[in-house]
């Protein structure tokens, strides 16, 4: 298994597995935004891809920013998500591993993310490698007025 960061000539591989993950409910122009995103070394979103056999088993996508309470950058991890057919097999826990070393390397703060309370296969993993902190979660979408 190769993990290393997703490349312009992934595409064809990564997208099957990002309409996947996104429950093909995304748009055309999201998922080019997103690629190109991606693919821009100039922008804060990275992806990586677990490869096996050639072929692409899992993508990972991350943003990097900065915080307040820290001098560093903190990595939200926005998307793990491993072909139906090649799960239960490390490929998560790999994706994750080099992340990790990453965010060694580079000097982050943190690493976190959000996963749904009944995706028990994903709080199983990441209560193996991180600590659950216990907030809620909201979201307020800017069309919205506040009363």
Known sequence: MLIRHLQQSDYDQWLPLWQENMLNQVSDDITANTW?????????????GAFGEDALRGILHYVLHPTTGSLKHVCYMQDLFVDKNFRRKGISRRLL???SDHGKLEDWERIYWIAAHDNESAQELY???????????HVLPVQNVLK
């Open 127 to 137: 209560k193996s490698i991180g600590f659950k902190l216990d907030f809620s979660f």
């Open 36 to 48: 190109g995103r991606i693919c821009d070394d100039g922008q804060s979103v990275y992806g990586l």
């Open 97 to 99: 591993h080099k992340l």
